[in-house]
C-alpha cells in the first residue's frame, strides 16, 4: 500500500436499527494505510483545501458539541476514517438528503476503521461514501477535485432513487406518529405499519381507493354527469364527433366553451375561453391527441383552485395562476420565458419542484399564443403582457378563505365519485363565496393528486397534508403495529422462537415465524431452512394475514443487516457467549458482543417487555437500557438480581426445587413441573427449560393467561407419549470473564 491511500474492504447497508443507531446506516471498512501516522494537522494545506471545498463543514459539531467543532478537530489533528465519516455526510446534505449521523471507530487492526454513517436510501449512502474517500484523498495529495459534480450526480441518484416529495411527506407524518414503513418498490409504493395492521400508499393513493373511483374520474364526461345528478354544480357540456360537432356543440352550450380531453390529466391538452371557430377546431385537434374523446364545456369565468379532500373532508385548498411575460421590445417570446418565467428556482423537471417549467411548444401554450396573435419567435411591443400558460401555473394557498358550502360540495364531489383521497378541481372567481350565487363550478375531480401545491405553495403557509392522510388511514389510538417479538443471544434461540410462536397460536394469533428451521405462517412452513434473517423477518411483516410476529436474529444477522423492525413488543435476550464466531466481524470478546445484543433491548417499545436470562450476567446487565418493563428468568430464583427485581414488585419466572414459577413481587404462580416439561428431539433437557422459561415470560409480556401458556407448554411435544426427564443437575452461576462498563445510549449524531 503507498504511502497515502485509503482501501475499502467493505462496505455494508444496514437496513434496520443495528449497534450504531436505530436508523439505516452505511458501514464502510476502510484501511488507511500508513495514513495512521499522518494525522490531519501533519498535511500541508490540507485544512484549507477541504473547508474550501466544502464550506458547511463549520456546522458540524462533532464531538466539540458546537458550531466549527469538527473544523477545530480538523486543526488539531484527526485522522482520515473520521474526516471521511463528516465528507460522507456534508455530500448527502448538499445533495438534497439532509443527515447528521455519522460514527468512525477504529478496530483491533492498525489502520482499520469502521466509518459509519446514516445513509436513508442505500444507493446515495454507498455513492456518498466512496465519493468522500476521493475527496478527501484528492485534499490530501493537492490534486484538483469537482465538487459541482459530484454534488450533481448524488442529486441524480437521490432523485431517481429516493421516494418522491407527496410519497415523503406521508411517510414521514406516519414517521412523527411512530407508524413503521415498509418501503415495497424502489417507486412510491409503500406500505404503512406491520401484518394484518398494516395500510398501503401509493403517492396519494391508498388501499381504500377504488379502481372503480378511479376509472370514472379518469372518464370526465361520465364524472360530470354523476355529480350532475346529486345536485353538484358542474359546466353543461358534451362529447364532440369531430371539429365541426365541436364547434356545433360550442353553439348549443354557449360561448366561451373550454374544449379538454376527455381521460388525460394534468392539464395536458385543455384549452380554454375559445370564442371563434377556428380556435374551437383547432382545440379539438389538441385534445384528441391527449384523449380518446373531446369534451366541449361552458367556460366558467374566474380562477382556477385545487381542493385536497381527505377522508371526506377539505384538509388543503390552492389557486393557480396562468403564466405571463412582459415584453421589453426586444426580445422574442421565448427569450422572455426563460429570462422571467423559466429562470424562478422554484420551477424544475420533477416532483421535487412546486413549479413546472413552461414549455411553449406544447399544443395547448401554441394556441394561447396564437389566440393574442403571437407565436414563441414573436416579440412583443414594450411593456406588452402575453398570457404564455392558462392552466394552474402557481400555486397560492387560499385554504382558510374557503367557503364552508364550497368545501362541502367538494366533499360530495369527492364522495360521489367514491374517491377517499381526490384533487378537485373548481372555477370560480371568489373561492370564498357559494359556487350558485357566483356562476363557479366543478370542473374535474382527480384521483391520486399530488401534494407538492399544498407542501410548497408559491405564496402562503404550507399545509400538513400528510399529517392528514395520515390520520385518515390510522384513526386516533391506532398505531398500526401487531405484537412483535424479537429473540436474539447465546443459545436457545430457535427453541424460544418456535415454543413462543405456539403459545400465540394457542391463544388465537395468526402467526409468522422467521426462525432458523424455518418461515412459518401459522403452522405452514413456508420455507425451510435458515430465516433467522432480516430479508426472512420483513416477509413475515409484510403479510397481511399476519397479526402477532416472531422473529429470531442471530448476532450475525443483526451485525451483517440490522433488525427487521423499528420496534417491538417483545425483546428476548438469551444470553452473551461466542463473541469469536463473529471475530471476522472485528468483534473479538463478549463486551463487544454485549453492543451488538443490546440492539434487541433498545427497540422495545415503552409499553412493551425485555426478557431477559438472570443466570447471563452480561445479559442481566442490559435491563436498565429497555424503554419498557424487563422479566427475568433464571434457574436459580435466589440469585440477587432476582429478588431486587421482584422487591420492586416486577416479575420473573425460575425455578424452585422441581417446579417452575411465574412470580410478580410476592405473589407466586406454579406454571410446570420439571417432569411434565415436553421432550423436544435434538435438545437436552436444561436447554428445553431456558426455551420454556423464557417463552413464558415473553408470553405473559404480551398478556396472555397462565393456564393457556402451562396448556402450551404441555402441548409442545414432538412424541406422543414423551418420558420423564432425568432430574435437573445443579447449575453453576454464570459470569462474564471481565467486568462490563454500561455501554452509553445508541450512538449520538456527528
Not at 255 to 281: C, F, T
Request: proline fraction near 5%; aromatic fraction near 4%; charged fraction near 25%.
Amino acid at each position: 500500500m503507498s504511502h497515502r491511500s485509503i482501501e475499502f474492504l467493505r462496505i455494508a447497508y444496514l437496513r434496520g436499527p443495528n449497534l450504531w443507531t436505530y436508523r439505516p446506516v452505511i458501514e464502510a471498512w476502510v484501511d488507511i494505510g500508513e495514513l495512521e501516522d499522518h494525522p490531519s494537522n501533519t498535511l500541508p494545506g490540507f485544512y484549507e483545501r477541504l473547508s474550501t471545498w466544502l464550506p458547511g463543514l463549520v456546522e458540524h459539531r462533532c464531538g466539540v458539541g458546537e458550531r466549527g467543532g469538527f473544523l477545530l478537530r480538523l486543526r488539531e489533528g484527526t485522522w482520515p476514517a473520521h474526516i471521511m465519516e463528516h465528507v460522507a455526510i456534508e455530500l448527502q446534505t448538499l445533495a438534497g438528503m439532509p443527515t447528521g449521523f455519522g460514527k468512525a471507530r477504529s478496530t483491533a487492526t492498525r489502520g482499520v476503521y469502521k466509518v459509519v454513517v446514516r445513509a436513508r436510501q442505500e444507493d446515495v449512502g454507498r455513492a456518498a461514501i466512496v465519493a468522500a474517500r476521493d475527496l478527501v484523498m484528492a485534499a490530501i495529495e493537492d490534486r484538483p477535485y469537482d465538487v459541482a459534480a459530484t454534488v450533481a450526480h448524488l442529486r441524480e441518484l437521490v432523485d431517481r432513487r429516493c421516494l418522491g416529495p407527496s410519497t415523503a411527506c406521508i411517510v414521514d407524518a406516519a414517521a412523527d406518529r411512530k407508524i413503521p414503513s415498509i418501503r415495497l418498490t424502489q417507486g412510491n409504493l409503500v406500505q404503512l405499519g406491520y401484518g394484518r395492521a398494516q395500510r398501503r400508499i401509493w403517492t396519494a393513493e391508498t388501499d381504500r381507493t377504488s379502481a372503480i373511483a378511479e376509472s370514472i374520474a379518469s372518464d370526465k364526461e361520465l364524472t360530470r354527469r354523476l355529480l350532475a345528478a346529486a345536485g353538484v354544480c358542474v359546466p353543461e357540456g358534451r362529447v364532440a364527433r369531430d371539429p365541426a360537432d365541436a364547434w356545433e356543440a360550442a353553439q348549443e352550450i354557449g360561448l366561451p366553451v373550454v374544449v379538454k380531453p376527455s381521460d388525460a390529466n394534468h392539464g395536458r391538452g385543455i384549452s380554454i375561453e375559445l370564442r371563434r371557430r377556428e380556435d374551437i377546431e383547432a382545440a379539438f385537434h389538441v385534445a384528441a391527441r391527449e384523449g380518446s374523446e373531446v369534451l366541449v364545456e361552458r367556460y366558467i369565468p374566474g380562477g382556477e383552485h385545487r381542493l385536497l379532500v381527505v377522508g371526506n373532508r377539505v384538509v388543503a385548498a390552492s389557486r393557480g395562476d396562468a403564466a405571463w411575460v412582459t415584453g421589453d421590445g426586444r426580445s422574442t417570446v421565448a427569450q422572455l420565458v426563460e429570462t422571467q418565467v423559466n429562470s424562478d428556482p422554484r420551477r424544475g423537471e420533477d416532483e421535487a419542484f412546486p413549479l413546472d417549467i413552461v414549455r411553449l411548444h406544447e399544443p395547448a401554450n401554441v394556441l394561447e399564443l396564437a389566440r393574442q396573435g403571437y407565436t414563441a419567435e414573436a416579440v412583443p411591443p414594450e411593456g406588452q403582457k402575453v398570457r404564455v400558460q392558462r392552466n394552474g401555473n402557481l400555486a397560492i394557498d387560499v385554504t382558510d378563505r374557503v367557503h364552508p358550502e364550497v368545501a362541502e360540495m367538494v366533499a360530495l364531489a369527492a364522495r360521489v365519485v367514491g374517491l377517499d383521497i381526490a384533487g378537485v378541481d373548481v372555477v370560480a372567481e371568489d373561492i370564498g363565496r357559494p359556487l350558485a350565487e357566483q356562476g363557479g363550478a366543478i370542473v374535474e375531480v382527480n384521483a391520486g393528486p399530488g401534494l407538492l401545491m399544498h407542501l410548497k405553495p408559491a405564496e402562503g403557509e404550507p399545509r400538513p397534508v400528510g399529517q392528514a392522510i395520515v390520520d385518515h388511514l390510522f384513526p386516533e389510538g391506532e398505531t398500526g403495529r401487531i405484537p412483535v417479538v424479537g429473540v436474539t443471544g447465546a443459545q436457545g434461540t430457535t427453541l424460544t422462537a418456535r415454543l413462543l410462536a405456539w403459545l400465540l397460536h394457542l391463544g388465537g394469533r395468526h402467526v409468522g415465524l422467521a426462525c432458523g428451521e424455518g418461515l412459518f405462517i401459522d403452522r405452514r412452513r413456508v420455507e425451510a431452512g435458515d430465516r433467522a434473517t432480516w430479508a426472512a423477518g420483513q416477509r413475515v411483516l409484510m403479510n397481511r394475514m399476519v397479526d402477532a410476529a416472531v422473529i429470531e436474529n442471530g448476532p450475525e444477522a443483526i451485525v451483517r443487516d440490522g433488525l427487521a423492525y423499528d420496534r417491538c413488543q417483545v425483546g428476548i435476550v438469551t444470553g452473551v457467549a461466542g463473541a469469536a464466531s463473529l471475530a471476522h466481524y472485528h468483534i473479538h470478546d463478549d463486551e463487544q458482543l454485549y453492543t451488538v445484543l443490546r440492539t434487541q433491548v433498545d427497540v422495545v417499545l415503552p409499553e412493551g417487555v425485555a426478557v431477559l436470562n438472570a443466570d447471563d450476567l452480561l445479559a442481566a446487565q442490559m435491563a436498565p437500557l429497555c424503554d419498557g418493563d424487563v422479566i427475568f428468568y433464571a434457574r436459580d430464583g435466589q440469585r440477587e438480581v432476582i429478588e431486587t427485581h421482584l422487591a420492586a414488585g416486577r416479575r420473573a419466572v425460575f425455578l424452585r426445587g422441581q417446579r417452575v414459577l411465574m412470580v410478580q413481587g410476592a405473589k407466586e404462580t406454579p406454571l410446570i413441573e420439571w417432569r411434565c416439561l415436553p421432550v423436544i428431539d435434538g435438545h437436552e433437557p436444561e436447554a428445553v427449560l431456558g426455551a420454556v422459561m423464557a417463552a413464558s415470560a415473553a408470553a405473559w409480556g404480551l398478556g396472555m393467561e397462565i393456564d393457556l401458556i402451562r396448556a402450551g407448554i404441555k402441548t409442545f411435544a414432538t412424541q406422543s407419549a414423551p418420558p420423564a426427564p432425568a432430574p435437573l443437575p445443579a447449575l453453576a452461576h454464570a459470569a462474564p470473564t471481565t467486568e462490563t462498563a454500561e455501554t452509553p445510549a445508541l450512538a449520538s449524531a456527528a
